[in-house]
């Protein structure tokens, strides 16, 4: 059986049935959305960081998409809770397959990422030094 | 299912000419070709977006290259002429196929999307205004859509889209209303390469003209499928790929009637498509050269005729009866499963192609499943994102039949979708 195979172990399932910190923040500090227009797949990441501006203290997202990219996005804001925002800038591509625990195959990369590059982005707009109106992930 | 009542090809020999079809796939898909870790048969069902080339065509690339590989048109060596002779008999051979006059009514172009570019350039861009119209449909694809809208963009025509029923076929009232006396062209997709409608291309043609309008017809997944012929159609222009009917990639055909080209100004300006340059002035050569400038795709134009030559052996109507009766079972098991929604019009209005959601299933992990089960269909808005606005849904995935699909491998689809479902219920 080829990559895709375990692509769809049961802890991608079941964060895809079952996605966690699902919903809009009050208030977050960091708020930004992203779009794959050819999945479809769309993901708002809302942050709220502890009293130091440093240290991220809760995650919601909400979105719309297939599983890779939701099971992804759900992992991502248990993971990064008590992260610091810099701990999130260094997570790369291998961080975020390590955490889904599958091979993902090279086509399906794209809708992985997506929850962490909004993360990410979304932290570079609030401090100002990228300006991007929606985060994509697809060529 | 018995599929050989009624015509008269062997599918089992037909797969015989296709060495790709024995492919095991499964293994890692960064190494080209059949690995070791391959061990799942593959089912092949995204004809719609290419379909595989048989030995005959893949020979007469070979033979080219290895003996007779040479420019067109300007050499006086032997082998300069036989491919010059290969090469310009192409075109009387595709023009054949489709009921033209001769090769001064078949342009060779890259594919289907660049023919309608030709049209639109060489003729939209310098002929429309902001008092004339252009009329699509709303399934037209990218190919279509864009370029037109684009088109309107530039010369300030009112770009007006055909509505698409809730059963997926056009609204003809409309369409009668949306052509008018402005309308000075009407490009519609024959059959629809999202939803696999039959649109009702001899009526739009008649709207058209009644209107002192052109009709431009889509191809790319009619011609391959089922007899087409451009004077029944009232088409004065129709583009196709070879690619999507057991041709190369990087070949395709513009057909226009030849007092439209022969009014047309050029597309693209270079060698072989002039007869007399002077630095002040350049005249063209004869049709169809004037529009085919530089070196052409040599290999690939004489490897169309011979995949016109095969699908023609086969028999076009004997694969229009097979992908209907492929599409028509594949839609029946389908509509089995509650939770499945097939998209386009019932068995009778529909070429061979199936698009579906499965509920809950994002159609790229539906894809990605299939996949394991060596099953390949396409997954996503298949260059028709408006429509696709239109359905709802961001996309579908979609099986699409030719001449070598077996009823097993429908049934075969049909399983790995039930896992699916399975998988995610």
Redesign the interface.
């Known amino acids: 059986?080829?990559?895709?195979?375990d692509?769809?172990r049961q802890q991608i399932?079941d964060h895809?049935?079952n996605p966690r910190n699902y919903g809009e923040m009050e208030d977050p500090d960091i708020t930004h959305v992203g779009e794959n227009?050819?999945?479809?797949?769309t993901i708002r990441m809302d942050i709220r960081l502890a009293d130091d501006g440093e240290t991220i203290e809760a995650v919601a997202f909400t979105g719309?998409?297939?599983?890779?990219s939701m099971a992804a996005a759900s992992m991502l804001s248990e993971r990064l809770a008590g992260m610091t925002i810099e701990e999130l800038q260094e997570l790369d591509t291998d961080d975020v397959t390590e955490m889904l625990g599958v091979d993902i195959?090279?086509m399906?990369v794209k809708?992985a990422v997506l929850g962490r590059q909004v993360a990410q982005d979304g932290v570079k707009i609030e401090r100002g030094e990228i300006d991007v109106d929606r985060t994509k992930t697809e060529d | 299912m018995e599929l050989q009542e009624g015509y008269a090809f062997d599918v089992e020999s037909v797969r015989a000419d296709f060495p790709i079809l024995n492919r095991r796939v499964g293994g890692d898909v960064t190494t080209p070709g059949e690995g070791p870790e391959d061990d799942t048969p593959l089912v092949y069902l995204d004809n719609a977006a290419t379909t595989h080339t048989p030995d005959p065509v893949v020979d007469a690339i070979a033979d080219y290259y290895r003996g007779y590989n040479a420019n067109v048109h300007r050499g006086i060596h032997q082998l300069s002429q036989e491919a010059s002779v290969a090469y310009e008999e192409a075109h009387d051979r595709v023009a054949e196929f489709i009921g033209a006059e001769g090769r001064e009514e078949i342009v060779f172009t890259k594919n289907t999307t660049e023919a309608e570019n030709l049209v639109a350039q060489a003729w939209g861009l310098r002929e429309l205004g902001p008092e004339d119209s252009v009329v699509l449909t709303e399934m037209e694809h990218h190919s279509s859509l864009v370029t037109w809208q684009q088109v309107g963009k530039r010369t300030g025509a009112d770009v007006r889209y055909i509505t698409v029923q809730e059963d997926g076929t056009l609204d003809m009232d409309h369409a009668a209303e949306c052509i008018d006396d402005s309308t000075a062209m009407v490009s519609a997709v024959h059959v629809s390469n999202a939803l696999g409608t039959i649109n009702p291309v001899r009526e739009l043609a008649d709207l058209a003209h009644d209107h002192d309008a052109y009709l431009f017809v889509d191809g790319a997944q009619s011609v391959p499928t089922r007899p087409v012929d451009v004077a029944e159609l009232g088409a004065d222009f129709l583009a196709f790929s070879a690619h999507k009917m057991c041709g190369p990639t990087g070949i395709g055909a513009l057909y226009g009637r030849e007092e439209l080209l022969d009014a047309m100004e050029p597309f693209l300006y270079g060698g072989d498509m002039i007869r007399r340059v002077t630095y002040e002035e350049t005249t063209w050569e004869d049709l169809p050269w004037k529009f085919e400038a530089g070196t052409p795709s040599i290999a690939q134009g004489i490897a169309f005729a011979a995949a016109v030559d095969y699908v023609d052996d086969v028999g076009m109507e004997h694969i229009r009866t097979h992908e209907d009766l492929l599409a028509a079972y594949a839609h029946d098991r389908l509509s089995e499963f509650d939770d499945v929604t097939v998209y386009g019009p019932p068995g009778d209005r529909r070429g061979g192609l199936v698009s579906f959601n499965v509920d809950g299933v994002h159609a790229h992990d539906l894809s990605s499943i299939l996949n394991d089960h060596g099953v390949a269909v396409r997954a996503g808005d298949h260059c028709t994102q408006p429509l696709h606005d239109k359905l709802g849904v961001p996309a579908t995935a979609r099986a699409s039949f030719y001449i070598y699909n077996t009823v097993e491998e429908v049934d075969a689809l049909v399983e790995a979708i039930d896992e699916a479902r399975q998988l995610f219920a």
């Not at chain 1, 227009?37 to 797949?41: K, L, T």
């Not at chain 1, 719309?64 to 890779?68: F, H, L, T, V």
């Open positions: 059986m080829g990559l895709g195979s692509m769809y399932l895809y049935k227009p050819s999945c479809g797949d719309d998409g297939c599983a890779i195959s090279p399906r809708c």
